[in-house]
């Protein structure tokens, strides 16, 4: 793993990970009415890992309207440190989400994504970059830029979390992809996220052909079927952990963050098969508890702790 270092001005202490990318609020409709909570892929993993106590900075774009209020005290406590202009947004965006019987949620979206102008000059160990946030301009050329400031300086984390319905062309999303995935150590992302970006290949040979761009370690997760871990030495399946779905909204957003503390813990053994599997059962619990109640409320690490002594 690369050296930890800080980024510049950005906190009064040194964020073990700065997480960059949309936050939202989901509009979810069920049966039994409409609710409002702080959401956004990146912001949910941001916020997962200030719950495992992971030192987590976030740099995003929201209002200063109650809704931009809201996701800031929403992160705020779990313990993750805003970062300077992120609150640069006219209005913050929504992402409306309507359930099926099943938990499983269906998503539209109504988002503008542009970051304040940032200059860096020094960066945590891990940064991860996701969603919307990697694909929508004009913000899409800042989160790029700064991977590329962290490439071979941090360890860089990424997860496309594809959203079809605001990526345009798949030609065109597939290739902002693959100019993402050289800069980056650690690529996660889902079996639809796979589908979607190569229908003609099975889940592992996508994740086969994303190693082959560049970057070290691929997971393709894979729902009740568990996970599948790839890197240059070893393929790897991990069943996921069995559990009551109440629904399945912010699942994937827990998996990463448990699977980054894994990256941040895992000592000296690099990704070695029996730390890879440690990892993904680790991340596999998270999730498992996430999808068991409503909503996007991943588990913090006393709810781990009970949960692998239970």
Not at 284 to 293: D, E, M, P, Y
Request: hydrophobic letters at 45%; proline letters at 6%.
């Amino acid at each position: 793993m690369k050296p930890a270092a800080a980024l510049s001005g950005a906190l009064s202490g040194v964020p073990e990970v700065i997480v960059v990318g949309e936050a939202l609020i989901d509009v979810v409709h069920t049966g039994d009415g409409v609710s409002e909570h702080p959401g956004g892929s990146p912001a949910n993993v941001a916020y997962g890992l200030a719950r495992l106590d992971v030192s987590t900075g976030f740099l995003t774009s929201i209002g200063m309207d109650d809704r931009g209020r809201a996701i800031g005290n929403h992160l705020a406590g779990a313990g993750v440190h805003l970062l300077p202009g992120s609150r640069s947004a006219t209005a913050t965006s929504t992402a409306t989400a309507t359930l099926a019987t099943d938990g499983s949620a269906t998503y539209s979206f109504d988002l503008t994504w542009q970051l304040s102008p940032f200059a860096p000059t020094y960066l945590p160990g891990l940064v991860h970059a996701g969603s919307i946030a990697s694909f929508l301009a004009p913000g899409a050329a800042g989160v790029k830029s700064l991977l590329q400031h962290c490439a071979g300086i941090s360890t860089v984390t990424y997860d496309p979390n594809i959203r079809p319905e605001l990526l345009g062309s798949q030609h065109e999303a597939r290739t902002i992809f693959e100019d993402l995935v050289p800069l980056t150590d650690v690529v996660k992302l889902s079996d639809e996220d796979a589908a979607w970006l190569y229908p003609r290949r099975s889940p592992e040979e996508a994740a086969r052909h994303i190693r082959g761009l560049g970057t070290d370690l691929v997971v393709v997760t894979r729902g009740s079927e568990g996970s599948f871990l790839l890197t240059a030495e070893t393929e790897i399946s991990v069943p996921a952990v069995e559990t009551v779905v109440a629904d399945t909204i912010g699942a994937g957003d827990a998996y990463m963050a448990a699977l980054i503390l894994g990256l941040l813990t895992r000592g000296g053994e690099g990704l070695a098969p029996p730390v890879l599997e440690q990892i993904a059962r680790m991340a596999s619990l998270a999730a498992a508890i996430t999808v068991g109640r409503p909503g996007a409320d991943l588990p913090s690490s006393a709810e781990m702790r009970a949960s692998l002594v239970s």
